[in-house]
């Protein structure tokens, strides 16, 4: 079989170069067209509700700690196995269980919001943070401080109260409201119910330009 890499050009097309032709009106076309590209970083991007970005351990304001209760289900539900936990528990009766290591290797992560779905208390979080590269690997694998400092630059930040703001990816898609323990009935817009979150193609057929 002869491959040929180049399409046999007319002699017309020789004497009148068609191609610098062909490449001057695209770039007179573009030349007046809508911009496509952004000026980042001076022109952010617009972040989606239910973005996940860089991870956070929500701080209990009574305790001032993190909200998590050692159940290891995030650990367990996440794919890339990037979530270590050590915990123990006080000997006294009624005591709750204490966080002695949080870890997430965020280089392994997919960033599929498994955990934060899982998560019976919200503790563990995506959150809408997406400028968070480095130029060294430890400062990328959070620890519980780390992913406290996380939570509290990213509530900061937030428009909204931090006890109002809700992420819709906190709540698990396709679960009956009596079916969710209770910090996880949270008052989510019926667009983000699970048949309304397409993604690809579909996404262009749902949404209008404006919206995008
Ligand atoms: S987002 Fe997914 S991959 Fe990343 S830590 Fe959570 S469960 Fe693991
Ligand atoms: S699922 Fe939530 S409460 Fe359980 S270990 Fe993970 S972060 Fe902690």
Known sequence: MQIQYKPKRGWLATIF???????????LK????????????????????????????????????????????????CPSRCIRIRSHKDKEPGSRRVIDCYRIDSLRCVYCGYCE????????????VYEYGSYTRPSLYFTKE???????????????????????????RGLSEQDL???????????????????????RQHHTPEQS
Request: net charge neutral; with cysteine; charged share 25%.
């Open 181 to 203: 323990p209770a910090p996880k009935r949270l008052p989510v817009s019926p667009e983000w119910s699970g048949e309304q979150q397409v993604v690809g193609r579909k996404w």
């Open 17 to 27: 170069q068609a191609e610098i032709v062909q490449g001057m009106t695209l770039t």
């Open 30 to 77: 573009r030349l007046f067209s809508k911009p496509i590209t952004r000026q980042y970083p001076d022109e952010k991007p617009k972040i989606r509700p239910g973005f996940r970005g860089q991870h956070a351990l929500v701080r209990d304001p009574e305790t001032g700690d993190c909200k998590c209760i050692g159940c290891m289900r995030c650990a367990m539900a």
């Open 117 to 128: 779905e899982v998560c019976p208390v919200n503790a563990i979080v995506l959150t809408e």
């Open 146 to 172: 780390q992913l406290l400092a996380n939570w509290d630059r990213f509530a900061a930040e937030l428009d909204t109260p931090v006890e109002e703001y809700v992420n819709p990816f906190w709540r698990p």
